[in-house]
């Protein structure tokens, strides 16, 4: 006896890395990088908090071991290139490696 097809969304897997932590997560295709790092945040595998600007849309302003300040704002990277849009807006690609950095 077979099992009816099941129409299964297989979680898409990324790296994000804050100094020198590294972390693997997986989450379902289309999240956005805001969501991930939520979800991260009540499992306890990262620390972060910022604000959120009308208009504008939610500023990391410390994560893990990095916090704003001296004249340098948290920035994240993905792919090794500076990211064009905001956390809630970045929608993570299967094998994305977001780095965050103060610049």
Known sequence: Q???QQKSVENI???????DTTLNLSS????????ILVVA???GEIFFE???????GFFVE??????NGNGK???YDVNG???GVGVMDYKIKDGDIVEWKLK
């Open 41 to 43: 945040r009540k499992n």
């Open 73 to 75: 704002n948290l920035m």
């Open 62 to 67: 410390k994560i893990g071991s990095l916090t």
């Open 81 to 83: 290139k500076e990211a």
């Open 2 to 4: 077979q099992l009816p």
């Open 50 to 56: 910022g604000k959120n600007y009308t208009g504008l």
């Open 13 to 19: 897997t990324l790296q994000i890395i804050v100094g």
């Open 28 to 35: 379902p295709p289309n999240t956005s990088l805001y969501d």
